[in-house]
């Protein structure tokens, strides 16, 4: 079943905007990460934020972690078009086979040159 | 690239019929886990592999089988094909050192349409 729910399903901008996407989840983690994938092929691994960080930072990305209300942000910064792709929470659950991934439905990010 | 690559990329079967799909694990991984992904979907955890053994499972049948080889590449077998088998499956390649398990690395993936 379904852990994480990206929200919005689908987001449209144009070059050089910021993209955010947001994610969230129902039980204890161990941590939480955001992948990518182009066009239903492999995924991605972009970055991985623990359940006692509260924010992370991988170049044009940024994450940012509230376990209070259960939920992430990815903000990509200067969006270009080779950034239009599928992005996926994925959350590493407490009590659960280690490193298994429960994975949410998607954002589907287009970017517009 | 991550150094995981599964075979065959495509593959079309017929309902009723076996499948056996490869993944070759990056170098020195230990543990491979297998996803499906529907259409729209994200994917969802069939099972995991760590040295040869079964290591945890999701909410599949018993038709859907696994094996780890000494070198840690791994095969996801699937009998009795139904339609609503027809997916994208990835795998993941990670080291598991005690209980600790690092950065999974995912292949390509195959994909499977039963008609």
């Known amino acids: 079943s379904q852990q994480g729910e990206e929200d919005p399903q689908a987001l449209s901008i144009q070059e050089g905007e910021n993209a955010t996407m947001n994610c969230s989840y129902k039980?204890?983690?161990?941590?939480l990460q955001w992948y990518r994938q182009n066009s239903g092929r492999g995924l991605v691994h972009l970055i991985l934020?623990?359940?006692?960080?509260r924010e992370k930072h991988s170049g044009r990305l940024r994450v940012t972690l509230d376990t209070s209300k259960k939920s992430s942000s990815l903000l990509i910064t200067a969006s270009r078009a080779a950034d239009t792709a599928s992005y996926f929470c994925?959350?590493?659950?407490?009590?659960?086979?280690?490193?298994?991934?429960?994975f949410g439905r998607g954002t589907q990010l287009t970017v517009w040159p | 690239e991550t150094g995981v690559t599964q075979s065959p990329t495509h593959l079309i079967k017929t309902r009723g019929q076996q499948v056996t799909l490869r993944c070759s694990s990056q170098?020195?991984?230990?543990?491979v886990s297998w996803y499906q992904q529907a259409l729209g979907q994200g994917p969802q955890f069939i099972f995991q592999?760590?040295?040869?053994?079964?290591?945890g499972r999701g909410n599949f049948p018993p038709r859907f089988s696994g094996l780890q080889f000494p070198n840690y590449s791994s095969e996801l077998n699937v009998n009795a094909l139904e339609l609503d088998d027809s997916a994208l499956y990835l795998c993941?390649?990670?080291?598991?050192?005690?209980?600790?398990?690092?950065?999974?690395?995912f292949g390509p993936g195959t994909r499977l349409t039963v008609t």
């Open positions: 994925a959350t590493n659950d407490r009590g659960s086979t280690l490193g298994r991934l429960y």
């Open positions: 993941a390649s990670s080291l598991r050192t005690g209980g600790i398990l690092d950065e999974q690395y």
């Open positions: 592999y760590y040295r040869e053994e079964e290591n």
């Open positions: 934020i623990r359940s006692n960080e």
């Open positions: 170098s020195g991984h230990n543990t």
């Open positions: 039980t204890s983690i161990n941590n």
